[in-house]
């Protein structure tokens, strides 16, 4: 399967893309949980070049490969705290919003407050809807995993 989309994206594309990742990182969340939502998110829209993404950035941040290889299975597994725990579920809530499901719930929404700042929770929304976004083009374009576009 060929890459659809051909060149490079604009300057003004890339800088708009910048300032949300600079806002997002600047929220007060550890950068390895940034990286498990994001992980989540793409797993669940089977997104490959944000699934291979996610698990480099985890692992540069010093991410264990037996904890990426069970954020699938995250709720089966004891190697994720309750505040990860809470994070992942949220981000899963946001993404699954098709065929009538619940999506974000008061319950799952007042966990994460339980674990996070205001601020906290903008990041963690802000990570899941940001990845969303890329998971979405990708799928459009086809992009491949270990490429950029």
Known sequence: MEARLKGTASPELIEGITKLYKVIHSGGVDGRLLSLVHLRVS?????????????????????????????VAWRETSFFTDEERAALALAEA??????????????????????FTGEQLNAITMEIALTNFFNRINHTIREQAGKTW
């Open 94 to 115: 946001a993404t699954r919003i098709q065929d009538g499901a619940p999506g974000v719930t008061d319950e799952i929404w007042d966990h994460a407050a339980d674990h």
């Open 43 to 71: 797993q669940i829209n089977g997104c490959s070049p944000c699934v291979f993404a996610s698990v480099a950035s985890a692992k540069k941040a010093g991410e264990t490969d037996e904890r990426l290889h069970h954020v």
